[in-house]
Structure formats: C-alpha cells, structure tokens
C-alpha cells in the first residue's frame, strides 16, 4: 500500500510538536471511516444547473422546467401572491428551516442515505487534525489553565465533536478546563449529536430567568474551572439542552452563537456552516446593482427568478469593495455570525476556523440545490432538497474589517497535510488489522486531500483578534 507524502510548510518546533502528537495522540485505533463508496463523498461542488442566474437580466421571468405541486409549493405560491416577491435568502430560510415543510425540519440529510456526507463522515482524522488546531493554538497563545470553549456551529451528525473531545480528553492540561457549545437549530439533529457523543441524560431547558450568569465551574461538570455555559450575565438560560459527554466534557445547545456566554477565549469551528445561511443573490442591471427574487409565474404553477426594479436593502450592505462586481452573492445572516466571532477571538482570545467549499470573490452564480447527492434547480421541489451557495471568502473577509485579521483560504488539502496528516495516515495505516482495512483508509484519505474531490474543492479560513499576529504563523499553513 502506498504512503501518502507531501511537503509540510511548519517551521521546524512546530513541525516536531505536530509529528510527535500525531503519531502519538489517542494512539493508533480507526475510530470512524467512511465504508461508502469514494465517488458518493465527493461533496457539493460548484456546477451549472439549469436555474443559472447570470443572464437573468436577459430572461427575466425563466421558470423553473418541472412542474411542482408540492404543499409547500402551494405555500410559497401564496406567501409570494400576498406579499409580492421574495428575496433568494427569504426562499432558502423557508426551504432549510421552516418547521412544517423545511429540508432540516424532516429529515437527516447527513451520510449515504441522505443526500450529501461532510468531510467528518469521511475519516476520523479530519476531526482529529481540527482539534489538534485549537490545541496548537491553545498552547501559542499561552491560555494555560484558565476554563475556555470549543464552539461548533452547524455541528451535523455529531461526528466532529465525537473526534475533536477526544483527542482534547487526552491531553490532561486541557481537558478539565473545557467545555463544548454547540449551535444546532433542529431539534431532531441535537437528539442525535448528544447520542454520538454519549450523553446518556439530557437536560432539556426552555425556561428563562434561572441561575446566576457566569464563567467559571459552577455546573460545568468537567471538574474545576469549566466553562459554565448554562447562563448569561442576566440570570437567563440561554441554551436548550444540556447534558455530560462520555469524556466527561460538558455539553451546551443554542439557537444561535450570540446566545452562548461570553468572557472566555474559545476556539470556534464551522465546518460546512456558512453554505447554508441564506444568501442575496445581486448583479450588475443597466449599471447598478440590482436584487434577485424569487416571483410565481403569470399562470401561477411555477417558480421563477425575477430582477427587482428599485435598489432593495440588500444592495446597500454590499461592502465598497464589491460594489462593482457583475454578480455577487451576500449572506446578511454571515455577517451578523462573523460579528460575533470577531468579538469573541478580539475581547477574549482564541481563534476561528471556518471550513467550507467556497472561492476568494471569483465566481459568480453558485445557488444550487442537492438531492441524493446529485445537484439540482434551486427552484425544483421546495423543501426536498439542500439549498445551497459556495462561501465567497472575499465578503467574509471584507466584512470582519477592521473589527478582526483573517487569514486564507487555503484548501483543504494544504492545511490537512501542514496539521501533519501523512504523520497520521501512516500511523493509521500501521494499525489496520486486513488489506480491506487499508484499502478503505486510503480511499477515505483519498476524498479528503486529493486535489479533485474534497482537497482542493473544500478551503479552509481563519479569523483572529489583531493581538495574535504578534504571536508568529498561524497554525496550519496560513499566511
């Protein structure tokens, strides 16, 4: 079996550091790995669909080509008729979370069965190489023992988590002081993250106005100092459930990242999060800036994009930067999370890693839809199907200024093989008991790193306070 090999950008103690704890960490056990087959993992790339909205303003009034008759079509039909046209992000929020007919509210999309699989499903070293992130940078910037959060936002199966505590259970210095916050919106999709990470009692709280808001070990349950995340400095419970892990780390959900307690630093993970907050799709319209919506045909049966003929709110949160742009999709949800972020990795320490496929301000209509892993009209079937965009890393970036410094994107593949992955992969490949074993690790490896399928398809970003550029590089291969 061949040895996966590349060039490892670190400088050389952070390369020995890296190398001695990946070949060491959790020692040498396959603790998940992906046994579907390779060509099912490749993720949702960025193709043409038959919605395309570049020449919208040349066909103005397209419709969708397969007829719909869904109830929630019905739905949409009557939301538009009442209230006249919507915008894409008030079309994608109703087709990802609307509580009667939205994708994420009736089903798992998640694994072979659903209709995409996430790079944590592929192979547990990604999950494992991300926490050895936060730990890398933990120890840069010098936390020591005080209590501090891993935050995931968009958390899926669970599988990330599973792999990112415990990898951080082993280290003795950190695992007493964390806790683990998690931003999840579907209830069904908690149920299951706090069975993969083996919470046997649920604490489940809707109630407000109990507990005295802190950061400290007070019902943290990690031992002493652990993040107390049940409450905010004004005495309300802000998270829906709550439970101990099997590492014996605690467990905190939220609807939204704003409602999880600040004060302490916190490493924050977004791993496929940002592609589906909702977006508002722009371009360039007899030279001015004009939205895309989402309108019903004349005879009422279909879908169909439509240019809004004044300027809407949407064009005037366009950062100055790429107000010239042909086309151009904004994410107002991104945003208000990247706020927050900067404020988190500014006020307290830490850092944030943001894992998506995406491209630096380069491509122009990425709105598409996904159904058992083949892409489809965004305007077919409401509500069967992710609806998604490619994260444009050059708003992000332009939206954290001046409040946080950002570095990257770089793909996939050059950050998994900086985190020391051929280190990890080998000493994987050492412990496969058969031939089949092995086989299955190397294609599971194969997705994630090979430049033509998630390697160089997925990229990977990071956001800090300023005071970290004063610390050296970033760990990872970031410049």
Same mark, same amino acid.
């Given at each position: ?36 087959? =390779? ?56 087709? +990802? ?103 046997? @009692? ?100 279909? +879908? ?33 999370? +990247? ?45 069967? @199907? ?33 985190? @020391? ?29 090979? =430049? ?28």
């Amino acid at each position: 079996m061949a040895i996966i090999s590349a060039s490892v950008f670190l400088s050389k103690n952070s390369y020995q550091l890296l190398y001695k704890i990946a070949r060491t960490f959790t020692g040498c056990r396959i603790h998940s790995l992906s046994l579907g087959s =390779p060509s099912l993992v490749v993720h949702r790339q960025s193709r043409s669909i038959s919605s395309n909205t570049d020449a919208i303003a040349k066909s103005e009034g397209k419709e969708a080509e397969i007829p719909q008759a869904s109830e929630f079509l019905k739905y949409l039909r009557q939301r538009i008729k009442a209230t006249g046209a919507i915008t894409v992000a008030e079309y994608m929020q109703e087709c +990802l979370t609307n509580p009667y007919y939205g994708y994420y509210s009736r089903k798992n999309p998640f694994g072979r069965q659903g209709d995409f699989i996430t790079s944590p499903e592929v192979c547990q070293i990604f999950g494992e190489l991300v926490a050895l992130w936060c730990v890398n940078e933990w120890n840069i910037s010098n936390i020591g023992a005080v209590p501090f959060q891993i935050i995931e936002l968009g958390p899926g199966t669970g599988t990330l988590a599973y792999d990112m505590l415990r990898i951080l259970k082993s280290f003795p210095q950190i695992g007493n002081t964390v806790s683990l916050h998690l931003v999840e919106r579907s209830s069904e999709l908690a149920r299951q993250q706090a069975k993969k990470l083996g919470i046997e @009692a649920i604490d489940q709280t809707w109630i407000t106005g109990a507990g005295k808001g802190t950061v400290d070990g007070a019902g943290g349950g990690a031992g002493d100092g652990a993040v107390d995340g049940a409450v905010d400095g004004a005495g309300d419970v802000l998270h829906y459930q709550t439970g101990i892990s099997q590492f014996g780390i605690p467990v905190y959900w939220y609807q939204r990242i704003q409602d999880i307690p600040k004060g302490a630093p916190a490493f924050i993970v977004a791993n496929e999060f940002f592609d589906a907050l909702p977006i508002h799709k722009l371009q360039m319209t007899d030279g001015k800036l004009r939205e895309v919506l989402v309108d019903v045909t004349e005879d009422d049966s279909r +879908l169909r994009f439509v240019i809004a003929p004044n300027e809407t709110a949407a064009v005037r949160l366009v950062p100055k930067e790429s107000r010239k742009r042909q086309h151009l999709e904004l994410s107002v949800e991104a945003g208000v999370v +990247l706020n927050d972020i900067a404020d988190r990795v500014t006020d307290h320490g830490g850092g944030a890693l943001i894992i998506d496929y995406g491209h630096d301000g380069t491509k122009t209509d990425t709105f598409r839809a996904f159904q058992h892993h083949k892409v489809l009209d965004p305007l077919h079937e409401p509500g069967q @199907a992710d609806v998604t965009a490619d994260v444009d890393f050059s708003l992000l970036r332009q939206m954290l200024r001046p409040k946080a410094i950002s570095y990257g994107p770089i793909t996939q593949s050059t950050f998994l093989f900086n985190m @020391a992955f051929e280190q990890r992969f080998n000493a994987l490949m050492k412990a496969c008991k058969s031939d089949e074993e092995q086989d299955r690790l190397a294609a599971a490896c194969d997705v994630l790193i090979n =430049p033509a399928k998630m390697g160089g398809q997925f990229f990977v970003f990071a956001v800090f306070g300023w005071k970290r550029g004063r610390l050296g590089p970033v760990t990872g291969g970031f410049q």
